[in-house]
């Protein structure tokens, strides 16, 4: 037996389009203001398997010090960054912001520490540059080694050598704040800890005088968005106060790069379209596994319809990203179904 989907349409197609700032003539750079830039090389350090973690490390220069925006997968990852920011930035004090505690985004912080550790004054630990929000780095502590071990295991010995789980001492103690309190130059960087909404905790960013955002991976440039360990109604709702409050002359900057407000409809509406779906699903008396059974049987009725149906993007990744999708939004439903 099958129920009827709703004749919702939504995309399914795991696209990785990031949309280029103004070409800079380096390699590895993008620049999107005067003072904020973007390294794109993190995939050099990795293997073919971790491509998929070779995500973008952000930098905000300041006339006093740097502030950068995560630090890599691995070891390798964070050391490439931080010397591809030394040679670029100089010998600055800076600050290392981690913006949550996914391993991709701060297993590279000890890369940092092998490149910057002459810049840190004398009685001053190392880990006392790295920040975060006290969850993220509770769950840092907590996690690892078992992360690293998880990422030798898919990737290889090799890629995490050296790799080491340095957590930061300086804690976020509020929701809400400004980044003024590392460095008087980022009072304008407001922040904002968000729970459950694509991790346990991630960081949001806006400058609203240079008409930037910073939102990690809570916007994805692919159209099976990955819930991740976050909760569908907490996305939704981010990303529609994220659509509503995005000015036209606004930048977001996310983990892949700069996205312009397209994927936030994309994401969007692919999360809201799957809930309702599996809401319906729910409340028709479908089990787990036929709703999933189900969904992804459909899964070519999703596509974008100007594409072929032999269309390779609607691969086996973005086929496991779905099911586990429903899977999720299944378990977070069932208590309200009726």
Same mark, same amino acid.
């Given at each position: ?9 939504? @995309? *399914? ?48 220069? @300041? ?13 390798? *990852? ?17 600050? *290392?912001? !981690? ?7 701060? +297993? ?6 092998? *490149? ?33 071990? !998880? ?67 809570? +916007?994805? !440039?692919?159209? $099976? ?7 569908? $109604? ?7 106060? +994220? ?43 479908? @089990?787990?596994?036929?709703? $999933? ?8 009725? %999703? ?15 973005? +086929?496991?990203?779905?099911?586990? !999708? $429903? ?10 179904? %009726?």
């Amino acid at each position: 037996m099958r129920f009827k989907f709703p004749t919702f349409i939504f @995309s *399914v197609i795991p696209v990785f389009l990031t949309l280029p700032a103004s070409a800079q003539g380096e390699p590895c750079w993008q620049q999107h203001r005067a003072t904020v830039h973007e390294w794109t090389c993190a995939g050099q350090s990795l293997p073919a398997e971790g491509k998929n973690f070779a995500l973008s490390i952000v930098v905000v220069d @300041s006339p006093k010090a740097l502030l950068v925006i995560d630090s890599g997968a691995t070891a390798a *990852v964070g050391e490439s960054a931080a010397k591809a920011i030394r040679s670029k930035f100089g010998t600055k004090p800076f600050w *290392v912001l !981690n913006s949550q505690p996914k391993p991709e985004h701060v +297993l590279g912080n000890v890369g940092f520490r092998n *490149v910057f550790k002459d810049t840190v004054v004398s009685g001053e630990s190392f880990a006392n540059r790295l920040v975060a929000g006290k969850r993220t780095a509770d769950l840092m502590k907590a996690r690892c080694p078992t992360c690293i071990e !998880n990422f030798s295991e898919r990737m290889g010995g090799d890629s995490v050598k050296g790799t080491e789980s340095l957590v930061p001492e300086r804690v976020l103690k509020t929701q809400t704040g400004h980044l003024g309190v590392l460095q008087s130059d980022w009072v304008k960087w407001k922040y904002r800890l968000h729970k459950d909404l694509e991790t346990e905790e991630a960081l949001v960013l806006r400058n609203a005088d240079l008409k930037l955002w910073w939102v990690g991976s809570a +916007l994805q !440039n692919r159209d $099976i968005p990955d819930l991740y360990d976050g909760n569908v $109604i907490d996305r939704v709702n981010f990303l529609g106060r +994220l659509k509503t409050q995005l000015k036209s002359d606004e930048t977001v900057l996310t983990s892949f790069g700069a996205l312009d407000a397209e994927w936030i409809d994309r994401n969007l509406h692919y999360f809201v379209q799957v809930h309702q779906t599996v809401l319906y699903g729910l409340e028709a008396g479908f @089990s787990e596994v036929e709703l $999933i059974e189900q969904i992804s049987a459909d899964i070519t009725r %999703f596509k974008n319809p100007v594409l072929p149906e032999t269309d390779p993007r609607a691969n086996a990744q973005a +086929l496991e990203t779905h099911q586990l !999708n $429903i899977q999720r939004i299944f378990h977070q439903t069932e208590p309200f179904a %009726f």
